[in-house]
């Protein structure tokens, strides 16, 4: 689904947020990697939030270390390295089949939702 999709099923705010391009250039320097062009549109068009009161955007200009695309990576970072050393003898893989950035290739968080 296009963000013009999601935005015709969602209204998004009369004012989002402005994000200026040399704040996405910054952001994308401190990770190391450009960031996709759909993730970048939907802040644009909705600001950071929720939605439905589930879904929550990572936001990556937030104050919040909750919602902030580099702090929650360094969070989900030290989960995995303490979640390695609870289970030594479990094959990386099967308790973390998916490598965080900026191992390539690399989850970097969005989203996160309460459940």
Known sequence: ??????ARLVKPPQR??????????????RLGTRLPSDFKECLAVFGPGTFNEFLHLVDPFSGNPHLNTSDRLA????????????????PASLVHPFSLHPESPGLIPWGITDN
Request: charged share 25%; no cysteine.
């Open 1 to 6: 689904m296009s963000i013009s999709e999601l």
């Open 16 to 29: 989002p947020p402005l994000i200026p391009g040399t704040a996405w250039s910054q952001v994308e320097a």
């Open 75 to 90: 969070k989900l970072h030290e989960a995995e390295r303490l979640s390695r050393l609870n289970h030594p003898k479990e």
